[in-house]
């Protein structure tokens, strides 16, 4: 997300924090290459315009003139306006009586009906009693589609062949009522372009309705011209907000930063794969972080927590404390770490030189590592993982002829994994004071 953008703003940070002291050109040029590298992005040139205006007024005053490190100082404030221009956090509301309706609307292709899946796979982790309704009797197989998704997240799914559209949402309404749902989900219709066809078949659901959210579905992926959808569809239907999808993908991004400002409508998730639990709630912060390179640690916690299972976990920490570590533990690691998502979404999520240090190492061959070592994990026998001393070098050639690798790789592997159990023992002997000694 945003690999290009974050790459090119880091070159202008870097530059900028070489330097004591700012000179009001030093500025211009700086914000010259920022303003290269956000329209390059296919940000809005009058969000652009704008943005850098503001950032200029603010860097070339007393802010950044009296900083101790003025080139952090500029980084500081394209942060805070970048946050700015993305707006507000706006949280899905769910307000009023039950059973609450959430519309998805949006254009043909947008990831409407996989949105709505993983909506309702959210709102239950909320503890939700969610209906999905399947509202598109035009495209082919959407409505099973949509059933697939339910029966993958245990979500019942409402369909009533021959209905049109309007009245099929107020027979799902009524179903909703009658079986106790809190919300229900519309996976309404798109079009490959926008019409008054379309126009008014939403606008007669959303009368049957009243929606506590309508939300607009945009694949950011088309760039600027989701500006143009989300202004069309914002003048048929009053919308609450944006999910845009296909975040993980080769987009510029732009469209992101420029949508609040030009349309007035948050953005409230984005939609980082095709995985149904790849739906991220927006943070204005955190989004501005990852773009300047900063990383979003309280988002990789979040992915942690909800990977790892608590009490393996707890059950894994008190063994460590007692100095125990096995193959077992580590294999166990690896293959909760898989659990986050991909890996080149949790290193946009890595801070500081850390995180620059391994976006500089591809993705694809960090998977293939993860891999490897657990091929040659599971290529031991239980009693072997258990106790390691077992392997003597007969034991190794089988190890690797059965994850087929290298003996090398075999000993490589064992040489890391004394390191983490020497540190662990460190840590448990020590209180962690003795830390500092493993990294001099």
């Known amino acids: 997300m945003f690999e290009t953008l974050t790459g090119r703003l880091n070159q202008v940070f870097n530059e900028l ?40 007024e603010r860097a070339v005053g007393a802010e950044v003139s009296k900083a101790l490190n003025p080139g952090q100082q500029v980084v500081k404030i394209v942060n805070d306006e970048l946050v700015a221009t993305l707006g507000d956090p706006a949280p899905l509301s769910l307000n009023g009586p039950k059973p609450r309706p959430i519309m998805l609307v949006g254009l043909q292709g947008s990831g409407k009906t996989t949105a709505a899946g993983k909506l309702a796979r959210e709102l239950r982790g909320r503890g939700e009693r969610v209906l999905l309704v399947a509202a598109d009797p035009y495209r082919p197989a959407a409505v099973q589609q949509l059933r697939t998704l339910g029966e993958q997240l245990d979500v019942p799914v409402f369909y009533q062949e021959g209905l049109p559209p309007p009245e099929l949402a107020r027979h799902a309404l009524d179903k909703a009522r009658d079986g106790g749902y809190s919300v229900l989900v519309f996976d309404t219709a ?18 049957y309705t009243s929606p506590v959210e309508t939300l607009l579905v945009v694949d950011a992926m088309i760039g600027q011209e989701a500006l143009h959808v989300a202004e069309g569809f914002q ?8 999910i845009m999808t296909k975040m993980d993908g080769d987009a510029r991004g732009g469209a992101a930063i420029s949508i609040r400002s030009v349309t007035g409508v948050p953005i409230k998730y984005l939609g980082t794969g095709e995985k149904l639990d790849a739906l991220e709630a927006f943070h204005p912060e955190r989004l501005a972080s990852r773009i300047l390179g900063m ?57 500081g030189e850390v995180g620059r240090a391994a976006r500089n190492v591809s993705p694809q061959d960090m998977d293939r590592q993860f891999k490897r070592l657990e091929a040659i994990i599971c290529s031991m026998t239980p009693a072997e993982r ?39 023992k460190t840590v448990q002997r020590t209180g962690g004071r003795g830390l500092s000694g493993l990294f001099g």
Do not use: C, W
């Open 17 to 56: 924090r070489r330097r004591g002291k700012l000179s009001e050109a030093d500025v211009d040029a700086a914000l010259h290459e920022v303003r290269l590298a956000l329209l390059e992005a296919d940000v809005h040139y009058s969000v652009v315009k704008d943005f850098i205006s503001r950032v200029r």
């Open 190 to 207: 798109g079009r490959s372009q926008l019409d008054e066809t379309l126009m008014e078949e939403l606008r007669a659901i959303a009368a």
């Open 235 to 242: 003048k048929a239907v009053p919308l609450t907000g944006l």
């Open 295 to 351: 990383g979003d640690v309280l988002g990789l916690i979040e992915k942690a927590e909800a990977a790892f299972d608590e009490q393996q976990v707890q059950k894994q920490a008190e063994r460590l404390t007692r100095g125990e570590f096995t193959l077992e533990d580590l294999i166990e690691m690896l293959r909760s770490s898989k659990k986050m998502g991909p890996m080149s979404q949790l290193v946009d999520m890595l801070p």
């Open 386 to 424: 258990q106790n390691p001393d077992l392997l003597n070098a007969s034991r190794r050639r089988r190890i690797a002829s059965g994850s087929g690798s290298q003996v090398q790789e075999v000993n490589r592997l064992m040489k890391q994994f004394r390191e983490m159990q020497r540190l662990f």
